[in-house]
């Protein structure tokens, strides 16, 4: 999720508060996942393990609409790209019926199953409720589910509770035989609590099981909200291979709502070289919707350009 915790930091808010509070608060309702991680349906991830690229070139879809031009910019990309549809608060899965379909179409499909924003906002039931219903409705038409999204910063409630709620998806979506992500939040020059910095937080949180299991481990970066210490990322993607030795690294989001700066992220992060052989790219540009769609947009070639 995109947001300028420097400027709320600088207003004199603490990052513990850095999100905006939901819309509207996510139903809680309990589920048993024993009663359902054992329900398989391994044929997408089947297909897409046969036929996923060794360099992963993602975008993120955060709106839906218009859903025609989204797809035809996708398609008009020089790669396959991994689209990341952002599962909106409050929306029943029903909601992307129609466009994981259109959009699986031209390319894979990363269903990102709460923004990160709205997890403080649904208990740890509800939220493995959630995980379940979108399985459900959607597991078929998804690639990989990104069972928490950034997952260690400081607006998304008790550690316990969150490290719980990835858990839980984690459990359900790898019980049917699904790809899974999760992704981090690098915040090396910008944590409030020692403890939220990203690789104390997730050696410390994430359970061994998801350390040996997960298929994909991404990184969240904003430049804009951590002015100062840049990543150093080879080695930073050095440590996480040691700490997830099965996964694929990458970086889950970038971005930056400075328009005379786009295109020089853009091609920087597409670009993105690291020599740790399990590094696959990702970048998930947070803007696509707004910056590349329709193609006739003047970032969506620096885009496809960068993707060459």
Known sequence: MR????????????????????????????????????????????????????????????????????????SKLPHKATARIVFDEGQPPSYYTEATTKIGAVAFVMGEMLDSQFVKDISVDGYA????????????????????NEINGEWLGASADVAAKAKSAFDLAKGRGYKT????????????????????????????????????????????DCPGEKPDWP???AELAAMFPAARLGVGECGTERAEAKSEFIHRYYGLSVPEPRFVGGQFWWYFVTDMVPSSKPLFGDLATAMK
């Open 235 to 237: 080695s930073v993607f």
């Open 3 to 74: 947001f300028a915790a420097w400027a709320l930091l600088l207003a004199g808010c603490s990052s513990n508060d850095a999100r905006p509070p939901a819309d509207g608060a996510v139903d809680t309702i309990a589920v048993d996942t024993a009663a359902t991680d054992t329900i398989s349906d391994t044929s997408v991830s089947d297909s897409f393990e046969a036929s996923a690229p060794e360099r992963v070139y993602g975008v993120t879809v955060d709106d839906i609409a218009p859903l025609a031009s989204i797809v035809e910019s996708l």
């Open 129 to 148: 409720q959630r995980a379940k219903d979108y399985l459900d409705a959607l597991g078929g038409k998804v690639d990989i589910w990104e069972v928490g």
């Open 181 to 224: 992500a999760l992704t981090l939040y690098w915040n090396a020059s910008c944590y409030a609590k020692a403890d939220h910095e990203m690789f104390a937080w997730t050696s410390a949180n994430i359970p061994a099981d998801m350390k040996s299991g997960l298929d994909y481990v991404l990184v969240s970066y904003y430049d804009d």
